[in-house]
């Protein structure tokens, strides 16, 4: 699976757009981007995944570069409870288990 | 719906003894997967269930790791003579099938071995 970079840490206020970097340079055609996030305390929660087209949904928007080498996680408007860790993560989904590797992650707080 | 739950919430052990970690899935969800996450560090796979078989056990540290699952539901996890390496949250999550993206995690055990 191809390897994915994050900035550790980000903040963002409350109501504003958060934008949720990754880096996944060597990606290869068949790798998908999934996204989950882990609020404090609790176990990892899926947000949204996607292969080359933007995807959106009721929590997030996913956008992919065009060489897909990069995306961005996008929450419109960040609340409180937004504040987690957010996973990027990169992978040929197949039928025998989805094992994913979470990384360290982008610790994203949303301040008041 | 109830969602995967996982029990004990809290374990200490000494080390040395050996522990067992209980995951109860979603109902009807096929595959299941033990990760652990040591303080401040990102998820690490240990063991997937495909119904009662684990075609995956690459991510077990040592064969002081095993689990098994029944009835494809209920899985446990164990230790044997635990260290203290082995301290970290232990994750369990379910998903409909092997080829869903979306796991269910529970809420974890803590696991700290004095």
């Known amino acids: 699976d191809a390897k994915t970079t994050q900035p550790p840490s980000m903040d963002c206020a409350e109501g504003r757009a958060a934008n949720l970097p990754c880096n996944h340079s060597?990606?290869?055609?068949?790798?998908?981007v999934y996204w989950y996030r882990q609020i404090h305390s609790q176990g990892p929660q899926y947000i949204i995944h996607?292969?080359?087209n933007n995807e959106t949904n009721e929590m997030a928007s996913l956008i992919i570069t065009e060489d897909r080498k990069s995306s961005t996680l996008i929450l419109p408007h960040a609340t409180l409870r937004d504040t987690a860790v957010y996973y990027c993560?990169?992978?040929?989904?197949?039928?025998?288990?989805?094992?994913?590797?979470f990384g360290p992650g982008t610790r994203l707080s949303v301040l008041p | 719906g109830a969602g995967v739950s996982q029990s004990p919430s809290n374990k200490v052990t000494e080390k040395g003894k050996d522990v067992e970690l209980r995951c109860d899935p979603i109902?009807?969800?096929?595959?299941l997967y033990w990760y652990r996450q040591s303080l401040g560090q990102g998820l690490e796979f240990l063991i997937y269930?495909?119904?009662?078989?684990?075609?995956?056990k690459s991510g077990l540290p040592s064969d002081r790791f095993s689990a098994e699952r029944t009835g494809g539901s209920v899985s446990t996890l164990t230790i044997q003579r635990t260290q203290q390496e082995d301290s970290a949250v232990y994750l369990c999550?379910?998903?409909?099938?092997?080829?869903?993206?979306?796991?269910?995690f529970g809420p974890g055990t803590r696991l700290t071995v004095t």
């Open positions: 999550a379910s998903s409909l099938d092997g080829s869903s993206y979306e796991q269910y």
């Open positions: 060597t990606i290869s055609g068949n790798e998908y």
């Open positions: 996607g292969l080359k």
């Open positions: 993560i990169v992978r040929v989904p197949n039928n025998y288990g989805q094992n994913f590797v």
């Open positions: 109902s009807g969800h096929t595959a």
């Open positions: 269930f495909q119904g009662n078989s684990a075609p995956d």
